[in-house]
């Protein structure tokens, strides 16, 4: 038997060998399946797609339209230099401009714009359509108190006198960080978000997962971080941003441009200190 | 030997092998039913671009804001250029070429922005007011037969503008593109690189999904502005059913009809061909347009293609197996 090979390296050598050939065959077959049967394979889970977010130019569009309107005597930029110059619209005869401003603005029908002139650091005209405000101070928004929040404002919130703003469902929250409890989770961009209830109704959950935030926050996708925080006992699944221009445009839900309007001494512009033209649109 | 062939023993051999089948066909179909498909939205950013060409173009008093008087001119003067070149054409110009009785419409793609591969075209709407503007490529609704659906892609964004009107005063405007890539795109800028560069070029064919694929291509009434696809290669110039044309001046098209079966793997290839260049017409004998076709293609080959040194005169599209 010496120099011959064994029966069972034969056998080991055969199974390497029918593997092979198994492995080519099936191979073979699923290849001109697929090229057979076009929707083989189609809706399988494994398949990644990768998209290009397109830039937004919309508010640059709109800061140089603005530029150039006129509003009354002057062009809008001109009341905008003269009241950040002057730091209000009192100063620089321009009490005007916001009823103007929003009539030009609402023409688009955007879903959401903002439109701000800062002064060193400071809010100058500050005009959008983002929420119904609300309170003695125009600090508030209009909640549906029907929302079943964890709370009446939600998490964060803190209840206000209207005013005589709100209507009759709806009650007048004021967003207060200080009042976010040390064990609520964080979450969205730079942990601008609170992970909240799904007040999105039972048969919208059913079958495709749309969550919903209470009023003045938006929903923002972040499972990673609130698909398992819950709060006194109850899920918190979904992440929930206070609707603010900034927070909006961390959001990326919109985009804003900047346009300064002078700067101060020789250094280089700096948002706080120096004036310009903030456009927001979502 | 015998041992060896222990029923126990076989039982589990084959139970092994088994096992070793089905972990390569769960592996396969794991492999293979994996795909990555990569989307660009090409033409989601080409309308971008654009709209940065067009907003900061002539008609333009500042970037973003359109001027009226400009406006107007340039409808005006594109409105008499097609009825300069096409006069009294009546309702078939109009409807290829835009309704420029009105002085709307014009099919024109302006040199200030423009796009070999990419069709457009632009509205430009007042919102407050009742003015629009329109102008541009706008694909037949005559769709080619036999193509699928992928091969017409398009794609819709709308911008916020203004117009600055005579009186020197904004109105509120949107601008809305439409960006396109069809058959007549790809065809007209396989025309234009053969006639700018001087070399032939080429673009591999759909599939074809019925029996029997025809292209044919001209151009608009035999006169060089315009390139065409009509809808049956029998159609002379005076009767043809122009499907879609595309503003393309000074590139002459020798008309042919090219055909291909279904399955079948072919390219069109658009030769630049020399002045003088001796061909048939293929309306002299219109029910064998796609053999004259062939036989343009097989002589214009042989000797009248353009080089560097000559001018161009024409171009001719021939179809070859890929």
């Known amino acids: 038997m010496k120099g011959q090979s064994s029966l069972p390296e034969d056998i080991g050598w055969t199974i390497f060998i029918v593997i092979a ?91 959401r714009y903002a439109v701000e002139i800062r002064s060193g650091g400071k809010s100058v005209l500050n005009l959008d359509n983002i929420l119904t405000r609300c309170g003695t101070a125009g600090d508030g928004t209009c909640v549906n108190k029907y929302s079943n929040d964890i709370t009446a404002c939600g998490i964060g919130r803190v209840e206000i006198d209207d005013a005589g703003v709100c209507s009759f469902y709806q009650t007048c929250c004021r967003e207060e960080p200080s009042s976010i409890p040390t064990d609520a989770t964080r979450c969205g961009p730079q942990g601008i978000g609170i992970c ?37 006992g109850e899920e918190t699944p979904v992440c929930c941003i206070p609707i603010t221009t900034q927070n909006i445009a961390a959001a990326q839900t919109a985009a804003s441009a900047e346009i300064p309007l002078f700067f101060n001494g020789t250094s280089n512009y700096d948002k706080d200190s120096d004036s310009s033209i903030e456009v927001t649109i979502g | 030997m015998a041992e060896n062939l222990d029923p126990v023993w076989m039982i589990m051999f084959i139970v092994r092998i088994v096992f070793a089948v089905a972990i390569v066909f769960f592996m396969s179909i794991l492999i293979l039913s994996l795909s990555i498909s990569l989307d660009d939205d090409q033409l989601k950013r080409f309308s971008h671009e654009l709209s940065e060409n067009i907003l900061s173009s002539e008609l333009a008093e500042s970037k973003g804001i359109i001027s009226e008087a400009k406006l107007d001119s340039f409808i005006a ?32 793609e302006p040199n200030f922005a423009r796009h070999c591969l990419i069709g457009y075209s632009a509205s430009i709407r007042e919102l407050n007011g009742d003015r629009f503007w329109d102008f541009g490529y706008r694909p037949s609704g005559l769709e080619e037969y036999g193509l699928a659906d992928e091969n017409f892609k398009s794609s819709q964004e ?21 960006v396109f890539i069809d058959p007549m795109t790809r065809y007209s800028c396989l025309a234009e690189m053969a006639k700018t560069t001087k070399e032939k ?49 000074g590139v002459s098209i020798i008309p042919s009809s090219l055909t291909y079966l279904k399955d079948e793997k072919k390219k069109l290839v658009a030769y630049p061909v020399k002045e003088g260049a001796p061909y048939s017409d293929i309306m002299s004998d219109p029910d ?19 080089t560097d040194a000559d001018n161009v005169k024409s171009v001719i599209f021939c179809m070859e197996p890929r």
């Open chain 2, 158 to 178: 709308s911008f916020p503008i203004s117009v600055m009107k005579r009186d020197g005063s904004l109105q509120q405007a949107e601008m809305e593109l439409r």
């Open chain 2, 77 to 108: 003067n594109s409105s008499n250029l097609i009825s300069n070149v096409y006069p009294g054409m009546g309702d078939e110009a109009a409807f290829m070429l835009g309704d420029i009785q009105f002085g709307q419409y014009p099919n024109i």
């Open chain 1, 21 to 111: 050939v198994i492995f080519i065959v099936v191979i073979s077959l699923i290849m001109v399946g697929k090229a057979r049967f076009d929707n083989y394979g189609r809706g399988s889970n494994l398949i990644y797609s990768l998209y290009f977010v397109s830039i937004s130019t919309e508010p640059y569009l709109v800061g140089e339209s603005l530029s150039f309107y006129g509003i009354r005597d002057r062009q809008f930029f001109e009341h905008a230099l003269e009241s950040a110059v002057t730091g209000s619209l009192e100063s620089s005869s321009s009490m005007n401009v916001p009823a103007e401003l929003k009539l030009f603005m609402e023409a688009y029908e955007f879903r």
């Open chain 2, 288 to 306: 064998n347009s796609m053999q004259i076709s062939q036989d343009n293609c097989d002589s214009l080959k042989a000797a009248w293609i353009a």
């Open chain 1, 196 to 232: 909240s209830k799904d007040l999105a109704p039972p048969t919208r959950r059913s079958d495709i997962f749309i969550p919903a935030c209470a009023d003045g926050r938006d929903y923002y996708p972040d499972t990673e971080r609130c698909s398992s925080a819950s709060l006194n």
């Open chain 2, 201 to 249: 070029q080429e673009l591999g064919m759909p599939l074809c999904t019925i029996s029997r694929c025809t292209v044919s291509i001209r151009n608009f009434y035999d006169r060089n502005n315009y390139t065409c696809t009509i809808e049956s290669p029998h159609q002379g110039s005076s009767d043809a059913e122009y499907v879609a044309c595309r503003y393309l001046p």
